[in-house]
């Protein structure tokens, strides 16, 4: 997992409330269980103006002009703009591999489902929470300056606008090290590769008959 430390960032804005996982990344992608090659179907019955399936040639599909992440202001963004309990639904962990393999790192919004909001964590994305006059204020100067970017300092638990004012959030410490560390539950598993060499080789000596 990418370690998340700092972040300058390009801004998106999803104006939308209670995006659920399917919205998210659709059924009909969950067939690999691979991390990757989810994002060209991020958002997919949003972004493209038919129906997409796995396989499909995506460069040779009809955008949706009216889709935000379609609008060339926002190519590359790094940051999505959210509303109320962003990630309901479904459980699916392909979520923020979508989000994450577009090219989104952190979430900013009022709300997250629970599931969802853990696993962005898991997976190297941040969802921020900000109280709703924050983000209003956010949206609207989005979508006003093109080109509009947002400074988000994890160690410091602050989302920095442009002029300096910055906006602390909350973070639990032990999702804040692993994200500060690149961790995942395998990362944290590996730190302690030598004790769990060191008793697989004690139990073979002692319990040999157990590896016959």
Known sequence: MRAFTTLDGLVAPLDRANVDTDAIIPKQFLKSIQRSGFGPNLFDEW???????????????????????NQSRYTGAQILLTRDNFGCGSSREHAPWA??????????????????????????????????????????????????????????????????????????????????????????????ADEIRAFEASRKAEHPYYFR
């Not at 399936?53 to 935000?68: A, I, Q, Y």
Request: negative net charge; hydrophobic residues 40%; charged residues 25%.
């Open 47 to 69: 972004r493209y103006l038919d129906h997409g399936e796995p396989g499909m040639d995506n460069s040779t599909r009809k955008l949706n002009p009216d889709f935000v992440l």
């Open 99 to 192: 989000l994450d393999d577009y090219g989104f790192r952190a979430l900013i919004g009022t709300s997250y489902a629970d599931i969802f909001f853990n696993n962005c964590f898991k997976n190297g994305v941040l969802p921020i929470c900000l109280p709703a006059d924050v983000v209003d204020r956010l949206f609207a100067t989005c979508v006003a300056n093109a080109g509009y970017r947002l400074k988000i300092d994890l160690a410091a638990q602050q989302v920095i606008e442009p002029d300096g004012t910055a906006h602390g959030f909350d973070v639990d410490g032990f999702r804040k090290e692993c994200l500060l560390n690149g961790w995942d539950e395998i990362g944290l598993t590996l730190r302690h």
